[in-house]
């Protein structure tokens, strides 16, 4: 019919369509209904296609057919083997009553052992008995004793039932199995056991004299075995459990053992029925002394079967026990490995935080686990580690220490598999930590694999909080979800940008956390080791004022009175606020703020408020004599709560003479004098409340505008103006908007290359440039997004015009077309390709005209085979550059904490010797911050971004630290938060005396909170070889340096350093020298006493003389002038440390840096009105401009 329509259709009748063959249209009505319209289509035009589809409407025959699926389950035997075998849980129900018979037949033969009676009579069912003999040596074996037993006939009835069950099951087992092979089926262990239990039985009922025959039925508790086995591999099919090996095993080769008793006990029993009777008892008795390997020998078989028997169950004993064993300590071994499971009723009852790692360092895991435990409300906590590789020997070693024993579990596996998600139990978890492996060479690769896990972690358990480490600043969008992210190139940047105007900014951030009880050094003969050690203990905590002691008294008050006095009193240093209503930290909001009972306060301490104790006996004391003499600070480890007031002198209201004052200001002009001469100098109170008249509200805005308009006339002129405004570019997404300095145009990227001129300028070398403060040189291997972070604290808005050093980057690679677009905005950026390894690069770059040089850690270094050889290329040439340029800041970044040491190395000084002893004690102590001693990191000038791991471990306990961080590095700017700054103490200012008016004075004055000191003290580090170098030897070359053009000035420890170098070699070639001198001859010319003398010179000549000659030489080869290098000073014999918070006695001392928190300048810009701006400029301009200096840095 279908044919004959097609046939007759008006497409084909306008011939414009292909006859379609028969054969053709019988396929395309063969197929599904759905395609003959699709075919129809393609083969006729569009009018050919509406009567096709008339037609099949129409038609019945292509009404819509139901379609039955999966049809060949729906035969019988397909329904069966559903039921018994694929079916999960009937599968499970079927081998569970298996089990249960197996079971009950070896306890039915268990009870026809003991219902049998052998002296009653033996032989076939209702036939004549024989009458029991006794086993005599000299008689043959009555094996009618073994054929035959006495089976009760209920007894036979429940046996033959369960028989005949078994039976009927085994067979429907087998015919569902089959898979064409009926011998396999039939030969397997299995068949063979039920085949010999059953179908004897089933015999019985046909022929009733086999009854009593005796049937194995013992043998069924290997049967029993082989469906427990399965059983519970459908149990946990069932229920989804995958780690089920170890315990598998564990059950197996208990099932082994005893069905191998059981078996061997009921055949000893029955056999020896023809020898002596044994018990069931004594037959189990003497398996187990066989099988332990006893062999007491007062039981034993004595009739050959028997004695068979035991052979066999030895051999097989032999054989299958070893392979049991073998296989358990092996799923052991793996387990030990993957570190098994946490158990869910612990997880469930306990506390945990998962650790997702790549590798598992011994170095990254103990600063974990030292920080993470420092807190006493984390010590019930348990660690899981979830990681994908092996564990490392080192990590083993430790985790078996009972310390870390009982509280750090190991998990060998993926966080990117739910499964090992499932057995850390990440849903339960109280947070989880993902750490980036910053050893890879790709440290993109790395962050994506981060990426995934964060992912991963967050699909499994959404309500587990994340702590998340990502190393590239672009990739930080992608764990935005996270709870607390650290972005570890965004930190280390900013760290080593703070370093170049803030000494040690790495030195403090890291000391401020670390937990720490201030202990370390305490111990030391050294002054400066003990304090600095005591101030380390100095961490950042937080309280409501409303439950505060030490702020509850300032409700009401500004900030900065509140600032104060709590320091004045408690000798704790408020540094910022966070209100109730909003959710924002804020450093020193400045004294308009007002404090408020919900407010919760930041502050930095020894230890925080709730563990602190109070005692105000001295202070009363004090108050009595009414503030007269000064008090002392008795030592670090007690609250200097009783010196405070006695160490603030005089404080007088000498109101009159507060004035507005630039926020950036460092020298603290002393007050004017009113009448007496004599009276010692005073500082202004702190107010309770702002006063509007003589704060100063115009702040860094109007001083910045000021300093531009007051500068000399000749340089007036070639001025490139700087407008401040956010940058156009960001090389990534997720920075933080940051006010800036910018050029009001871009500069072309030609103009930013350092080292070749353009069409725009001619300069190839700074000094070319003339830049009128120093340098900063950053040395990196690629010009990462983080280097964005380098340049956005040091033109920041809040830094004064003349403050802003030049930058110069000096790469490895050429920068990519995007970077350059975001850093073309900024004023005085350059660039240049060169490594610090090149001398040339080096001098091109401007490197005697810079004070700081920024060593960044290179990625390609991280290949090496050994870990802690990552930093060897690094170290050797910052070591390189400490010879050369001695008096240059060298700030490096190590991979490696422990590599510090190696950093200003001096082979033969025995103060750095001591310091690593110091060192060795302190880390058998116990301290977290046993390389806090190392004289580079104390200064400043070293450290490692792995120490700011301790950050993300302690947001778990403290949730604000990342945030306080952040805004101490700038790379934050929340409205209203002040900034870190510093300042310097001149011999102007130390009239102050101490730390404590000085905390006053800022206070008063311009608002501003101090939490520290950067201290540089002279020192002779004496080394092990004696200094036997003879004044006259220094005065025999006198004329020969001034010969040669070298000033011995600049030289002062030339003599003495040559000595400690090589002291045998020198002295030597002197004493050689001298007598080739007077053995000379008297007439001789002038040309050989001019060459005596120049052989003379260059014996004597010094390290530091040779590598000043190599730098000057190649400076001339490069046509640039060498009076610059010239004034380059060694200044090494200083060391220099950080003082967190120090004790407000504390005297200050010429050189001090002071760590300040600077309140916003823009904080209250727009609530002011343009009179108080007018106001506070007239005050400025009739103050003597002498009073007032720049901040020096």
């Known amino acids: 019919m ?45 009018v050919g296609q509406r009567p096709h589809a008339e037609d099949f409407s129409v038609d019945s025959s292509f009404s819509q057919v139901q379609v039955e699926f999966y049809v060949n389950e729906n035969t019988f035997k397909e329904r069966l083997k559903l039921f018994f075998i694929k079916n999960q849980r009937s599968s499970l129900r079927i081998r569970l009553f298996n089990f249960s018979l197996k079971l009950l037949t070896c306890l039915l033969y268990i009870v026809r052992v003991l219902l049998d009676n052998p002296e009653e009579g033996i032989g076939c069912w209702e036939c004549e008995k024989q009458n029991y003999t006794a086993f005599n040596q000299s008689t043959n074996i009555n094996w009618s004793h073994i054929f035959w037993v006495d089976r009760k006939t209920p007894l036979w009835a429940v046996q033959v039932s369960i028989a005949l069950i078994s039976f009927l099951e ?37 022929w009733p004299p086999l009854r009593n025959l005796f049937i194995p039925v013992f043998l069924n508790c290997w049967l029993a075995k082989y469906a427990l086995e399965n059983m519970i591999n459908d149990l946990h099919r069932a229920i989804q459990r995958t780690q089920s090996a170890m315990f598998n095993q564990v059950l197996i080769l208990i099932c082994t053992l005893l069905c191998l008793v059981f078996t061997g006990t009921c055949g000893i029993q029955h056999l020896e029925r023809a020898g002596e009777k044994l018990s069931l008892f004594k037959s189990f008795y003497f398996c187990i002394v066989t099988f332990s390997t006893v062999g007491y020998g007062d039981v034993t078989p004595k009739i050959w079967p028997s004695q068979l028997l035991v052979v066999i169950m030895i051999c097989v004993a032999l054989v299958v026990l070893p392979l049991q064993f073998e296989e358990l300590v092996y799923l052991w071994m793996e387990r030990q490995k993957s570190g098994g499971n946490y158990s869910r009723h612990r997880a469930q009852t306990e506390k945990h935080v998962v650790l997702c790692v790549s590798s598992l360092k011994i170095d990254l895991l103990m600063d974990f686990l030292n920080e993470f435990y420092a807190h006493p409300r984390l010590q019930d906590y348990y660690v899981v580690i979830l990681c994908p590789t092996e564990m490392d020997i080192q990590v083993r070693r430790v985790l078996q220490i009972p310390l870390w024993s009982q509280r750090v579990i190991y998990l060998q596996g993926s966080a990117l598999k739910d499964q090992d998600l499932m057995r850390a139990k990440m849903d339960n978890g109280e947070a989880c930590f993902i750490l980036s492996s910053r050893n890879e060479v790709d440290r993109t690769a790395a962050d994506h694999q981060t990426i995934l896990r964060a992912w991963a972690v967050k699909d499994f358990a959404p309500n587990c909080p994340l702590y998340v480490q990502i190393l590239k600043p672009e990739n930080k969008f992608h764990v935005k979800f996270a709870d607390h992210v650290v972005c570890e190139e965004e930190c280390k940047y900013a760290m080593l940008a703070l370093n170049c105007v803030c000494p040690a900014t790495s030195t403090l951030i890291t000391l401020l956390v670390h937990t720490s009880r201030g202990q370390e050094g305490q111990e030391s003969p050294e002054q400066w080791q003990r304090m600095y050690g005591r101030c380390s203990g100095n961490e950042v905590y937080h309280i409501r004022m409303g439950d505060s002691k030490f702020f509850m008294e300032y409700e009401g008050k500004s900030f900065t009175y509140a600032a104060f006095h709590a320091h004045k009193k408690y000798g704790v240093c408020l540094i910022g606020i966070r209100r109730e209503e909003n959710k924002s930290i804020l450093l020193n909001p400045g004294p308009r703020h007002i404090m408020a009972a919900s407010d919760t306060c930041f502050y930095i301490n020894i230890t925080k408020e709730e563990n602190s104790a109070f005692i105000f006996k001295q202070e009363e004391k004090q108050k009595k004599k009414g503030f007269a003499g000064r008090g002392s600070y008795d030592g670090p480890s007690r609250l200097p709560v009783h010196s405070i007031i006695a160490s603030m002198g005089t404080v007088a209201m000498d109101l009159q003479n507060t004035e507005c004052r630039p926020a950036n200001s460092s020298k603290l002009a002393l007050p004017a004098e009113n009448g007496s001469g004599t009276r010692r100098p005073s500082i202004a109170p702190v107010l309770e409340l702002a006063d509007t008249s003589s704060l100063l509200p115009c702040d860094l805005l109007s001083d910045q505008s000021e300093d531009e308009m007051t500068q000399s006339d000749e340089e007036g002129s070639a001025v490139v103006e700087y407008v401040k405004g956010y940058p156009p570019n960001s090389p990534y997404i997720g920075s933080s908007p940051t006010l800036c300095h910018l050029l009001p145009e871009k500069a072309p990227f030609c103009c930013l290359r350092l080292d070749k001129g353009c069409k725009h ?28 972070n380098f340049i956005v604290p040091l033109r920041a808005y809040y830094r004064s015009r003349k403050e802003l050093n030049p930058i110069v980057l000096l790469l490895d690679n050429k920068p990519e077309h995007h970077f350059l677009e975001a850093i073309c905005c900024f004023p005085m950026v350059y660039y240049m390709e060169g490594t610090i390894d090149n001398l ?11 004070d700081n040089l920024v060593v960044v850690d290179k990625e390609s270094t991280m290949s090496a085979e050994e870990d802690y050889m990552a930093d060897a290329k690094t170290i050797v040439n910052v070591q390189t550059m400490f010879r050369l340029f001695p008096s240059l800041s060298i700030i490096t970044e190590l991979t490696h904490p422990s590599n510090m040491r190696f950093m200003q190395f001096r082979a033969k000084d025995s103060y750095s010797l001591a310091l690593s002893k110091l060192e060795k004690r302190e880390r058998e102590n116990g301290s977290n911050l046993a390389f806090m001693f190392r004289l580079p990191f104390a200064a400043g000038r070293v450290f490692s971004i792995s120490m700011l791991d301790t950050l993300l471990y302690q947001s778990f306990v403290k949730d604000y630290m990342i945030t306080i961080t952040r805004l101490l590095l700038g790379l934050d700017t929340t409205p209203g938060s002040g900034y870190l700054c510093a300042m310097k103490i001149t011999e102007d200012d130390l009239w102050i005396r101490t730390y404590g008016r000085l905390f006053q004075k800022l206070c008063s004055s311009s608002a501003e909170i101090p939490i520290g000191i950067y201290r540089t003290e002279s020192h002779m580090f004496a080394t092990s070889e004696p200094h036997d170098i003879r004044a006259q030897d220094c005065e025999d070359t006198k004329d020969v340096k001034e010969h040669w053009g070298i000033k011995t000035s600049h030289h002062r420890n030339s003599c003495s350093s040559d000595q400690s170098e090589h002291p045998l070699l020198r002295r030597k070639s002197m004493q050689w020298a001298r007598r080739l001198s007077r053995k000379g001859n008297k007439h001789s010319s002038k040309t050989a006493e001019w060459i005596s003398q120049q052989r003379l010179s260059l014996y004597r000549r010094s390290e530091r003389q040779e590598l000043s000659e190599l730098v000057k030489n190649r400076m001339k080869h490069l046509g640039l002038p060498t009076t610059g290098y010239d004034e380059m000073n060694d200044h090494q014999n200083t060391l220099s440390y950080v003082l967190i918070n120090p004790p407000p006695d504390t005297r200050l001392e010429l050189n001090d840096i002071v760590y300040l928190i600077r309140s916003d300048p823009l904080a209250h810009v727009a609530n002011d009105g343009h009179s108080r701006k007018s106001s506070c400029s007239n005050k400025l301009g009739s103050s003597n401009p002498e009073t007032r200096d720049e901040t020096q840095l």
């Open 2 to 46: 279908a044919r004959a329509k097609l046939k007759n259709s008006p497409s084909e009748s306008n011939s414009h369509v292909k006859t379609v063959p028969p054969g053709t249209t019988e396929d395309v009505h063969g197929v599904s209904p759905l395609l003959p319209s699709r075919r129809m289509g393609s083969m006729g035009s569009d």
């Open 170 to 206: 085994t067979m429907l087992l087998t015919y569902l199995s089959y898979k064409g092979n009926i011998w396999e089926q039939i030969f397997r262990i299995s068949f063979v056991l039920e085949m010999i239990n059953t179908v004897p039985f089933i015999i019985t009922i046909f």
């Open 761 to 788: 300028n001619s300069f190839e070398d700074a000094k070319a440039y003339g830049f009128k403060n120093k340098l900063i040189i950053v040395s990196a291997e690629t010009a990462g997004n983080g280097l964005y």
């Open 840 to 850: 040339d690069s080096l001098l091109q770059c401007g490197i005697i005209y810079a």
